[in-house]
């Protein structure tokens, strides 16, 4: 949640001041949340982190989500290079794709796709 713009996007990597700019990994934050919450029944835990998890999920909807259909598509479009109007050679592209969607060391993605 630290790495969390002002925007609500969060970066799908983040380590020693280090993140992506141009994709998260699918909104569970708040199924995870929900989940510790039932074990431990934390109430502060969410709380904390309550409106950071909202901003995420509202970011996904506005960014990740295509109307009318409410299909998923995930990618990647790095918003703050594009404003600068520099490339980024991942960005856009099927390896972007498979690694937001959270499964991309499956082997469903070895080979063609």
Known sequence: VKSKTSAGFMPNYFFG???TQD???PPVGAK???ELYNKFKDKWMVEVV???ILDW???FLRRRILWPAG???LGSWNEQ???AGQGDDDSNSMYAARLESGLDNSPMYDGNF
Do not use: I, K, P
């Open 50 to 52: 309550f409106d950071d």
């Open 17 to 19: 001041g280090v993140s």
């Open 57 to 59: 999920h509202e970011w």
């Open 23 to 25: 994709r998260t990994e």
């Open 71 to 73: 299909l998923v598509a």
């Open 81 to 83: 290079r594009s404003y």
């Open 32 to 34: 995870v949340v929900l």
